[in-house]
């Protein structure tokens, strides 16, 4: 069964303090794995598409690596603003579904 | 701004009634999906329409029923509704319907506002 787990479900960090959430899938066969972002009440926000492993992509403070089990989003020197829900997806060859994990609450504090 | 928009933003109704929450897609997507999520809880998928066909079914109550027009906007219907229903209900939008070619780009969701449903 497609299975997603993120971690930590939380994480406080100070700003500027670097660090990574981790996106752990189990798929047969991925099609493409995910990163949102989302702010209380509002819909996640699109932020990467991975296809492949050692695929990176990279926008502002954000970088997404994948590699065959996992997906990293590391963030470097954060800012309070980067304060959010970071989620995973994955899909998988075979279904047309998507499969959300849970996601990572990030506060960061100034 | 995603370019998907969803009405009405909130709705607050009593239990056993019906509602209807609506959403348009992105100019030149042609695949809707449905989401609920609860507080704390994940985004569950309930349905995937692709150009007014249905394409996919997650856990969706029998209660819930969906389809999409030929103008590519979608309504997710919710019928006798009970206290658990309330939730956040996200559509989403994608120009293929998850098929495409691997780094095609194409399968990526686009996520509406949203519509906060409360059911008293």
């Known amino acids: 069964e497609d299975q997603v787990t993120q971690s930590p479900e939380a994480l406080r960090l100070q700003e500027g303090e670097s660090s990574s959430l981790n996106c752990s899938y189990t798929v047969s066969g991925l099609r493409g794995l995910f990163w949102y972002r989302q702010d209380p009440g509002k819909g996640p926000e699109f932020l990467f598409t991975l296809y492949s492993a050692g695929e990176e992509k990279e926008k502002e403070r954000l970088k997404a690596t994948l590699t065959k089990k996992e997906s990293f989003l590391h963030i470097t020197a954060p800012k309070p603003e980067d304060s959010a829900t970071y989620l995973c997806?994955?899909?998988?060859?075979?279904?047309?579904?998507?499969?959300f994990g849970t996601g990572t609450r990030l506060k960061v504090l100034a | 701004d995603s370019g998907v928009t969803q009405t009405p933003k909130h709705l607050i109704t009593a239990t056993g009634q019906r509602v209807t929450l609506r959403c348009s897609p992105r100019?030149?997507?042609?695949?809707v999906y449905w989401y609920q999520q609860s507080l704390d809880q994940g985004l569950q998928f309930l349905i995937q329409?692709?150009?007014?066909?249905?394409?996919a079914k997650g856990n969706i109550l029998e209660r819930f029923s969906a389809q999409q027009f030929p103008d590519l906007h979608s309504e997710l219907n919710l019928s006798s509704l009970e206290l658990g229903d309330s939730a956040l209900y996200f559509c989403?939008?994608?120009?293929?319907?998850?098929?495409?070619?691997?780094?095609?780009?194409?399968?990526?969701?686009?996520f509406g506002p949203g519509t906060r449903l409360t059911v008293l």
């Open positions: 989403a939008s994608s120009v293929a319907p998850g098929t495409s070619g691997i780094g095609a780009h194409t399968d990526t969701q686009y």
């Open positions: 997806a994955v899909k998988s060859s075979g279904t047309y579904k998507y499969i």
């Open positions: 100019s030149g997507d042609l695949s």
């Open positions: 329409y692709y150009n007014g066909e249905e394409r």
